[in-house]
């Protein structure tokens, strides 16, 4: 929901409870706004100390967080799933931001007027020139058939 309609309903709610219970509907009503305000600090609050407790721009998987990516999502959304506060890279715009993993892949996210726009992956170019040494042997060829 953005910030307008939100408003809006408050608004609906303070003018329905004035007019159908008078004072004491209106100052309800004024209660259940409150209420739902502090609701949403808390949950920005959650949300940043989880974040603080982690490097900065980095996060478990690139990969898995780029497959849970959805055009209009929020900053807070986005800290809430990496658990972490992104990089900012003002060099490539004004509202860019990027998180890495330990693998050296990364997402770039691109933001408009406070929701997600656009997003990369970006993985590293030089890729693992060979097998790691604790890979198993590979299998042999099948006898040929008589």
Request: charged residues 20%; glycine residues 10%; positive net charge.
């Amino acid at each position: 929901m953005n910030a307008m309609t939100g408003w809006l309903l408050a608004a609906v709610a303070l003018a329905v409870g004035f007019w159908s219970y008078g004072w004491q509907g209106g100052v309800l009503a004024l209660s259940v706004i409150v209420f739902w305000l502090l609701l949403q600090f808390s949950r920005a609050m959650r949300a940043m100390r989880r974040a603080s407790e982690s490097p900065v721009g980095r996060l478990r998987n690139a990969v898995m967080f780029q497959s849970r990516l959805k055009r209009g999502m929020t900053m807070l959304q986005i800290v809430g799933q990496t658990r972490s506060l992104g990089q900012r890279r003002p060099e490539l715009g004004d509202d860019v931001w990027t998180w890495t993993d330990d693998g050296g892949v990364g997402v770039t996210l691109h933001f408009e007027r406070g929701q997600l726009a656009r997003w990369t992956l970006d993985r590293p170019a030089d890729g693992p020139a060979e097998a790691p040494v604790d890979a198993p042997p590979a299998p042999a060829a099948p006898p040929p058939a008589a």
